[in-house]
């Protein structure tokens, strides 16, 4: 940064951060609130699929199970880790939270978000059986593809290195879920798999968010935003719509 700009005009510019002690307040709210989002999303997600290891059909299966749902939360202490360097009180993830804490079946929306429980809607709803975990799995696992090729970009350095070192493990996940898919249309029957991917579907891309909004200036302005929701979604509906129809699946 040179002498005589400000830091709001270096970010605008491109400009990177690489410590909590030059972080604009506003900035630090914004972005704690973004690894909040992640870290609650990663340990809901976690928590739903480790209540289903033992509904697993297989060995390998729930050897895959485990694995994602380990990981998942190995991804969440790595960002949580980082949140404390921002002074945030990080010990309330260690005491006792119903991350596994699941919205009734068949609601029409999930709750929304608080201060202690940042979680995209979608880990709200509940996952009912292995058939539904794996094809939610591989519809978010898609969607979380896409947003943390977003969130690689953001202008705070040491974060933006963290989620491009998450990026290829979770990428393995929604490989996974592929793998999962193609043994259920084999046991279960496309219907099955069908009705899930119908229900998931919206579900999974409601989590891009309001496609119109405010604050997207805003936060693009500092860096932490590049790409408006509206074309998250549709690069994930893209891609993901022809990974269904490989499998004679149709998107919802």
Do not use: C
């Not at 709210?29 to 699929?49: I, K, P, Q, W």
């Not at 059986?129 to 040491?158: F, I, K």
């Not at 490989?175 to 898919?181: D, F, I, P, S």
């Not at 409601?206 to 074309?231: C, E, I, Q, W, Y």
């Amino acid at each position: 940064m040179t002498d005589g700009m400000s830091i709001s005009d270096y970010l605008a510019q491109g400009g990177r951060l690489t410590s909590p002690a030059n972080v604009p307040p506003r900035y630090r709210a914004e972005l704690l609130r973004m690894m909040a989002t992640f870290v609650d999303s990663e340990l809901a997600g976690a928590a739903g699929f480790a209540d289903l290891i033992n509904a697993a059909p297989g060995i390998e299966e729930r050897i895959a199970a485990a694995r994602i749902v380990l990981e998942k939360t190995v991804h969440a202490q790595r960002v949580l880790r980082q949140m404390g360097e921002f002074g945030a009180d990080t010990a309330r993830y260690y005491t006792h939270h119903p991350w596994t804490a699941r919205d009734k079946p068949g609601a029409d929306a999930a709750p929304g978000r608080s201060e202690h429980d940042m979680r995209l809607s979608v880990f709200n709803y509940p996952l009912q059986g292995w058939t539904d975990a794996v094809v939610m799995n591989l519809l978010m696992g898609r969607a979380v593809v896409v947003q943390l090729g977003e969130l690689a970009q953001v202008s705070y350095q040491p974060l933006a290195e963290t989620f491009r070192g998450i990026l290829p493990v979770e990428t393995r996940h929604a490989e996974l879920a592929l793998e999962g898919v193609e043994r259920l249309l084999q046991t279960e029957g496309i219907e099955a798999v069908q009705a899930a991917v119908t229900l998931w579907w919206p579900r999974v891309a409601a989590s891009f968010g309001m496609d119109a909004s405010d604050k997207f200036a805003r936060v693009k302005a500092m860096g932490l935003r590049h790409t408006p929701n509206a074309d998250l979604r549709a690069a994930w509906e893209r891609e993901t719509t022809g990974i269904l129809a490989a499998l004679g699946l149709k998107a919802a």
